[in-house]
């Protein structure tokens, strides 16, 4: 508990212009990152060589060079945290299409050692353009999921950051869950 306090504190002090601050903040939320990179990762289909590490990084290193980046609790910290290593999967299935599609240009990042199958990035652009689409429609609930499913946040963790009750959550989820599942079987993946 004394370590989510002094998360919340460091990113209180960033806010404020404490340019150090994100050098004391990564030890505390590296380990962490690293868990849910792991669980992204472990809903990919088998027989990926995605690393948790790589993606961390990456992710990390958009995060902090954000401009404007305010960020009020460590819940809303890992919930953009998520969505910042989604972008990573999202930008590299992209580059790995493209370059089934003849693309030209070979960007080298952090990520470089990340492979994915054909499908595999297929999966993750589709699972990014239903999230997009349900983000029209209902952003709370696309926020939801990220969070849920992409940082691992807790429920109660979730109803604290929107200000909604648990039970609005676990709802927002199962309507969210349902309509995710519709998108992508409607474009020939699955969601697990």
């Known amino acids: 508990m004394e370590e989510?306090?002094?998360?919340?504190?460091?990113?209180?002090?960033?806010?404020?212009g404490d340019e150090q601050a994100a050098g004391r903040l990564l030890p505390l939320v590296y380990q962490e990152l690293r868990r849910v990179a792991a669980g992204i990762m472990m809903r990919e289909r088998p027989g990926h060589t995605l690393q948790p590490t790589a993606v961390v990084h990456e992710?990390?290193?958009r995060l902090m060079g954000a401009p404007g980046l305010q960020v009020e609790n460590r819940a809303h910290f890992f919930a953009i945290a998520a969505r910042s290593m989604r972008q990573v999967l999202v930008d590299h299935a992209r580059r790995?299409?493209?370059g089934k599609r003849g693309g030209e240009n070979q960007r080298v990042e952090l990520e470089d050692g990340?492979?994915?199958?054909?499908?595999?990035?297929?999966?993750?652009?589709a699972l990014h353009e239903a999230l997009d689409e349900l983000a029209k429609l209902d952003p709370r609930q696309a926020q939801i999921v990220e969070m849920h499913y992409f940082a691992g946040n807790l429920v109660t963790e979730?109803?604290?950051?929107?200000?909604?009750?648990e039970r609005t959550v676990k709802l927002e989820l199962q309507t969210a869950r349902l309509f995710l599942k519709k998108r992508l079987e409607s474009k020939g993946g699955t969601l697990a």
């Open 96 to 98: 790995k299409v493209a």
């Open 158 to 165: 979730i109803a604290e950051v929107q200000g909604i009750a």
């Open 59 to 61: 992710a990390y290193l």
């Open 4 to 16: 989510k306090g002094e998360v919340t504190r460091l990113l209180s002090e960033m806010r404020n």
């Open 114 to 125: 990340l492979a994915l199958t054909q499908q595999q990035s297929e999966d993750v652009l």
